[in-house]
């Protein structure tokens, strides 16, 4: 069965743009939940979306937004670029919602660099 | 709502020795709670997974976490480091779909010394 992928691997983009960045679940999970990994800070929660729906939001500006399809594949898109925005973004899968015993597959991310 | 520390932010220890690296939680009612590791360029794989049975998990890789309610901690113990043991860890709560967030502490890097 093939894990999560997430996509592009690397992005490199200017204050001010927007970027989008993609996430394929594993087959037959239904959440998939989006992070912001920065050194010291660790994982900070940004979204989860379970059956298309968005279940919950972390303390993240609107520039940060995202959707889910009917195949469970979602994306991520940030609008308006800055600096700060430079982060590893992670995207994990799971059977059910999150925020229960499920264990979450976590992608490799997307390593996003803002110049 | 729930909340993870994570003592250390760098632990190091030699190749052999006991592995300890510190959790502690706050919720307002019996959580569950978890500890992930991530290797080098890679995302994070679940090690074990407390959910109110035991109190003494064990997970892969030989590692394990005791939940002490009295101390609101969750620490990971491994007997004998090893050097494929060098990754960053990161304790995780959830309240059990109440706040419906997994919130992840800040991660501690396990350095091994040869």
């Known amino acids: 069965k093939a894990g999560v992928t997430q996509t592009p691997r690397y992005l490199i983009k200017t204050r001010g743009q927007q970027v989008t960045l993609s996430c394929s679940p594993i087959s037959g999970h239904r959440s998939v939940s989006w992070y912001q990994q920065t050194p010291g800070q660790g994982l900070q929660f940004l979204f989860e979306?379970?059956?298309?729906?968005?279940?919950n939001k972390g303390n993240f500006p609107g520039r940060f937004s995202g959707r889910q399809f009917s195949n469970s594949r979602s994306e991520m898109n940030v609008s308006t670029l800055e600096l700060g925005d430079s982060a590893l973004y992670l995207c994990?899968?799971?059977?059910?919602?999150?925020?229960?015993?499920?264990?979450?597959?976590f992608g490799s991310g997307t390593q996003l660099s803002v110049l | 709502a729930q909340s993870v520390t994570q003592l250390g932010s760098h632990v190091s220890v030699s190749e052999g020795a006991l592995v300890l690296l510190r959790c502690n939680y706050s919720s307002s009612v019996p959580p569950y709670l978890f500890w992930y590791v991530q290797y080098p360029n890679q995302g994070l794989q679940l090690l074990l997974k407390?959910?109110?049975?035991?109190?003494l998990v064990k997970g892969i890789n030989g590692f394990e976490a005791e939940f002490k309610k009295s101390e609101t901690s969750f620490h990971l113990t491994k007997p004998s480091a090893h050097m494929s043991d060098a990754a960053e860890y990161f304790c995780?709560?959830?309240?059990?779909?109440?706040?419906?967030?997994?919130?992840f502490g800040k991660g501690t890097r396990l350095h091994i010394l040869p």
């Open positions: 994990a899968s799971s059977l059910g919602p999150s925020a229960t015993n499920e264990k979450l597959f």
């Open positions: 979306y379970f059956s298309e729906t968005q279940r």
């Open positions: 407390y959910t109110s049975a035991a109190t």
């Open positions: 995780a709560v959830s309240d059990r779909g109440r706040d419906d967030k997994i919130i």
